[in-house]
C-alpha cells in the first residue's frame, strides 16, 4: 500500500505542475500579438486619388493679384504651407483640403520612399478618370528634390444642364525623412492661379 500510495502522490503531482506551465506561457503570446497590430496602419498609404470638380459649384475665377495668405502647420502631418485667407479648409493630418468653389488645393500625406520617375509614372497609371498632360518633371522646391505632373479631369454631367467641369490640376510629390507629400493644386480649364498656386507650392515646409 505506501509504495501505490507514493505513486498516486507523485502522479498528482507532475499533473498539476504541468497545468501551472501551460497556463504561465499564455500572456506571452498575446502580448506579442497585441505590440505588433498597432504598427500596420503606418504603412498605409493614404489614396491619392485624382481630385474632381463638382458640377453644382461656380467655377471660381482668378484669385486676384492682391490676395491675402495665410499660413497653416498640420503638427500630426509635419508640414506647413500657405493658402489663400477665406478658403474653407477640411480635413487634418494626413489629408488636408483648402477649397473655394472649384478652386481645389489638397494634401495627402504618408510614409513612403522618396520618390522616382518610375514610382511617379505607376502612380498615375491608377489615377482613375485622370489624363495626364505632362510629366513627371522632375524639379526643386524649397531645396528639396521633387516632380510635378500635370493632369486634367472632368466632372459628372450637371442633371440639368449636362454641362462638365474640366479640372486643370498641378501634382506635385515632395519627401522628407521617409514622409511622401502629394500636394494637388486645382482649378477650372480657363482660370488663371499660376502664380499664387507657385506662391502656394513653394511655401510647403517639412516640420
Known amino acids: 500500500m505506501p509504495v501505490r500510495v507514493l505513486v498516486f502522490v507523485l502522479a498528482v503531482t507532475l499533473l498539476v505542475g504541468g497545468c501551472g506551465s ?19 496602419p503606418q504603412t498605409t498609404r493614404p489614396a491619392a486619388s485624382a ?4 458640377v453644382n459649384a461656380a467655377a471660381t475665377g482668378d484669385i486676384p493679384d492682391n490676395q491675402v495668405f495665410i499660413g497653416f502647420r498640420d503638427s500630426a502631418a509635419a508640414y506647413s504651407m ?6 474653407v479648409q477640411g480635413g487634418s493630418g494626413a489629408r488636408v483640403t483648402f477649397r473655394d468653389k472649384n478652386n481645389i488645393v489638397r494634401v495627402v500625406v504618408s510614409t513612403a520612399a522618396a520618390p522616382t520617375s518610375a514610382s511617379v509614372r505607376a502612380d498615375l497609371r491608377g489615377l482613375a478618370g485622370a489624363h495626364v498632360q505632362s510629366g513627371p518633371q522632375r524639379l526643386t522646391i524649397s531645396g528639396a528634390p521633387a516632380f510635378k505632373v500635370v493632369y486634367t479631369t472632368r466632372s459628372a454631367p450637371n442633371a440639368v444642364t449636362g454641362k462638365r467641369v474640366t479640372l486643370l490640376v ?16 486645382g482649378t477650372p480649364v480657363g482660370v488663371d492661379n499660376v502664380d499664387a498656386y507657385r506662391l502656394m507650392i513653394e511655401s510647403f515646409r517639412w516640420r
Do not use: F, M
Open 82 to 87: 500657405k493658402y489663400p485667407e477665406g478658403w
Open 22 to 40: 501551460s497556463k504561465g506561457s499564455t500572456p506571452s503570446v498575446s502580448t506579442q500579438t497585441t505590440n505588433s497590430s498597432p504598427q500596420r
Open 170 to 185: 498641378d501634382r506635385y510629390y515632395l519627401s522628407h525623412a521617409g514622409k511622401e507629400a502629394i500636394v494637388d493644386l
Open 51 to 54: 481630385l474632381q470638380a463638382e
